[in-house]
């Protein structure tokens, strides 16, 4: 094979493999989460959080993220990366999930399960309507600056690919681009188990802007809307509880 042909051939198996889209998950870390004062008590309640109703699809400023096909997506004539749908699995029982992860790790109630009634006296439901992130790609971090990474470790050996990489990866680092990211729970509201409504919190929506983390091939603005996701959690919990003072259970 002619080096022209090697090097092309090169060159299409590592953009394959920098824009294939396993590992995508909605996820953060809980490790650092406190309760927010010393005073904060948990609600002294069992509930069985279950799986957010998905109504993203039928949103008109959703579509994009449904309709794409590919992470990076031309919006009033500028590019930006977006949190394609199609990356995902299951995207609202993997909210739901960090919900109760987040829930249970910040004490806010004496347990909270997911779609688990066993000891459960209560249970809360919802509707997710926006979990929306894009921002403009950069025009500072180059797709070849990381392919190079992975072309010059296939070319030159691991020492040749930890030289590029780093300087993909410091470029990368340093780089931040303007976006937006939009999550929004409706119709969120707890129940006795006998279906006796306790508390309608109604809707809640948080749209978060700013400069983001980016890279070359549209990874960081999952890794941004997870983060959000995160502060969008930590809002709800003290919404909810500041709710549900003076209530008897």
Known sequence: MSTK??????????????????GI????SVNNITLPSETAESIPINVNVKTLT??????????ILFTNNSRDATIDNKVYCINLE?????????????MVKHFNKAKLFTNASYNDET??????????????????MSTGVGGG????????????????????????????AKSKTPGKIIIELSDLMLFKKDGTLIKDFGSYH????????????CRCIYENVNAKLRDFNTELIEKIRAE??????
């Open 5 to 22: 042909r090697y090097l092309t051939a090169v060159i299409f198996f590592a953009t394959t493999l920098l824009t294939s889209c396993s």
């Open 25 to 28: 998950y909605v996820i953060y």
């Open 54 to 63: 998905d109504n993203r699809a039928n949103i008109e400023n959703n579509k």
């Open 86 to 98: 199609r990356d995902y699995e299951a995207v609202a029982a993997q909210v739901t999930e960090m």
């Open 119 to 136: 000891g459960a006296d209560y249970y809360l439901t919802g509707t997710l309507n926006s979990f929306y992130g894009t921002q403009e």
């Open 145 to 172: 600056a990381v392919v190079g990474a992975v072309v010059g470790g296939i070319l030159f050996g691991a020492i040749g690919g930890a030289i590029a990489g780093t300087i993909a990866s410091t470029s990368a």
């Open 206 to 217: 948080k749209e978060f802007t700013g400069n983001f983390p980016v890279d070359a091939n």
């Open 244 to 249: 549900l003072v003076g209530v008897t259970f």
